[in-house]
């Protein structure tokens, strides 16, 4: 027993190490299976790090990428292109043109501030691009209306908030508002045409006339402005003296010792034709038909002098849409002439003539604007230039004017006005024929109701058919309504007699 107790007093260390072995070679395999199974797993979220979350990363930051360069190149283009200046001419259209504060050069002053800028250049953006959409009925602003018909569209709305927002910061970091910037913003709210829009208006366009020279260009159109606000108000008087304040142009300096008259600058020719027409249309429209007499004739006379100038042999086309605005401007104060002297001396036969004479003529504008054609003083006075007699809402201006920076929205206008000025024509000789049929014996009568059914469709037509194509071309929809009643009750009346 004793050997055997010195046999296990010699074992005992022995076995402690290989336990002790087994348990380092144990803890070692553990350790290495951890190391694998960290070495696994780290491969594991490697691989789906790999497949699941770096490409949502890679095309988020292709998705930035491409939005901060397209937000860049768009900024880009709206300020170098979009906005863009049209090139100065003796006609003098560029003074119709928008100024976003960069003037002659275009685009928006730096001196502004980045946020200014960028505000400025999204009311552009807004008002050129997003026009056609419709505002969906709720106003968010006393500026904004909420009419059957729609009123005025999103892309102004947009932008008048943009330029109010601009003015309210610049106000805020006691920086001044560029003029430019008071006139865009009223020439949005015009389009508004909210009381609070116009009231708003017609206090900027204040602020603005204080700050014009007087006798200038400038104070004259803002003097006119002001007179169309008043009109639109129902301040009848105000809206005349502003008119007549705006016929005081004062020589212009084109050289040391040398000056123009305003009769001989082709900007102001356009603008004093345009204070005549108002006139004319005020005082008729107010029954003062004497001094409505006295306008047109003042007026007729000093286009007619602007027209003895011949044009161009090979006439630019500034100065060929200087002849047609001419022209045009001449064809309504003759067509409101004509309702002044049935007016006065109820004079059917020669007034049913100049009304065939004004629809033709305005025939005639419209087909030139559509054809970049020039169009004389004496093929616009010819019977023999009778113009396309058929009408269509979409009728497309000459890209002659359309491609052209300055008078792109100039062109635009004429060939509204000039529609406007057909289907007033047409119109005014319907209503007229349809008045003398109940005069008439019953065969006359059914004639002249038949004549006035034609030239209410025809007027009807020039309008833009629908009050959508009509507010497209800036007739007002209760002129279609008024129009689809007329064709609606003849119709009816001529269906009657048939049966």
């Given at each position: 027993m004793l050997r055997s107790a010195a046999l296990l007093r010699q074992l005992r260390p022995k076995f402690q190490h290989a336990r002790t072995q087994q348990r380092r070679t144990i803890i070692n395999q553990s350790s290495g299976l951890q190391r694998a199974v960290r070495a696994q797993m780290g491969q594991d979220l490697r691989r789906v790090g790999t497949l699941v979350i770096l490409p949502p990363l890679i095309a988020l930051t292709y998705i930035t990428a491409f939005t901060i360069a397209g937000f860049t190149g768009l900024q880009i283009w709206l300020e170098h292109v979009g906005m863009a200046a049209g090139d100065a001419t003796p006609w003098g259209w560029e003074a119709d043109s928008e100024d976003w504060t960069g003037g002659s050069r275009g685009g928006t002053d730096p001196t502004l501030g980045v946020l200014p800028r960028f505000a400025l250049r999204s009311a552009w953006f807004f008002q050129?691009?997003?026009?056609?959409?419709?505002?969906?009925?709720?106003?968010?602003?006393?500026?904004?209306?909420?009419?059957?018909?729609?009123?005025?569209?999103?892309?102004?709305?947009?932008a008048e908030q943009q330029i109010m927002w601009a003015m309210q910061y610049l106000v805020k970091v006691q920086k001044p508002?560029?003029?430019?910037?008071?006139?865009?913003?009223?020439?949005?709210?015009?389009?508004?045409?909210?009381?609070?829009?116009?009231?708003?208006?017609?206090?900027?366009?204040?602020?603005?006339?204080?700050?014009?020279?007087?006798?200038?260009?400038?104070?004259?159109?803002?003097?006119?402005?002001?007179?169309?606000?008043?009109?639109?108000?129902?301040?009848?008087?105000?809206?005349?003296?502003?008119?007549?304040?705006a016929l005081k142009l004062t020589p212009s300096s084109i050289s040391p010792g040398m000056t123009q008259t305003p009769t001989e600058i082709p900007v102001q020719q356009r603008h004093l034709a345009d204070v005549y027409v108002q006139l004319s249309s005020i005082y008729a429209s107010n029954e003062n038909m004497g001094a409505a007499r006295v306008i047109q004739s003042r007026g007729s006379d000093l286009i007619a002098s602007f027209l003895d100038a011949p044009p161009s042999e090979s006439p630019s086309p500034e100065e060929r849409l200087h002849y047609l605005y001419l022209l045009h401007r001449q064809g309504v104060l003759s067509l409101q002439h004509a309702e002044v002297e049935l007016t006065m001396n109820s004079d059917t036969s020669s007034t049913l003539e100049i009304f065939r004479k004004a629809a033709r003529r305005a025939r005639v504008i419209v087909d030139a604007l559509g054809t970049g054609a020039m169009v004389s003083k004496e093929d616009f006075f010819s019977p023999s230039k009778m113009g396309n007699s058929e009408a269509t809402a979409g009728t497309p201006i000459s890209r002659t004017y359309s491609e052209?920076?300055?008078?792109?929205?100039?062109?635009?206008?004429?060939?509204?006005?000039?529609?406007?000025?057909?289907?007033?024509?047409?119109?005014?000789?319907?209503?007229?024929?349809?008045?003398?049929?109940?005069?008439?014996?019953?065969?006359?009568?059914?004639?002249?109701?038949?004549?006035?059914?034609?030239?209410?469709?025809?007027?009807?037509?020039?309008?833009?058919?629908?009050?959508?194509?009509?507010?497209?071309?800036?007739?007002?929809?209760?002129?279609?309504?008024?129009?689809?009643?007329?064709?609606?009750?003849?119709?009816?009346?001529?269906?009657?007699?048939?049966?």
């Open positions: 050129h691009w997003i026009g056609e959409i419709p505002s969906s009925g709720r106003s968010e602003s006393p500026y904004f209306p909420t009419t059957l018909f729609g009123g005025a569209d999103r892309g102004n709305q947009l508002i560029p003029p430019a910037v008071l006139l865009r913003h009223e020439e949005i709210l015009e389009k508004l045409g909210t009381p609070a829009a116009l009231n708003k208006a017609w206090n900027e366009c204040l602020m603005l006339l204080s700050q014009a020279p007087r006798g200038s260009l400038e104070a004259a159109k803002l003097s006119l402005k002001l007179g169309n606000l008043a009109a639109r108000r129902g301040l009848d008087d105000g809206a005349i003296r502003l008119w007549e304040e052209s920076k300055t008078l792109r929205i100039p062109g635009a206008a004429l060939l509204r006005d000039a529609r406007r000025t057909a289907m007033q024509a047409h119109l005014l000789e319907g209503a007229l024929l349809e008045g003398m049929a109940t005069a008439m014996e019953q065969k006359e009568q059914d004639e002249s109701i038949r004549a006035a059914l034609q030239l209410y469709q025809a007027a009807l037509a020039w309008a833009g058919t629908t009050v959508q194509q009509g507010k497209n071309l800036g007739i007002p929809p209760s002129d279609i309504v008024d129009i689809q009643k007329r064709v609606d009750r003849l119709q009816a009346h001529i269906a009657l007699q048939a049966s």
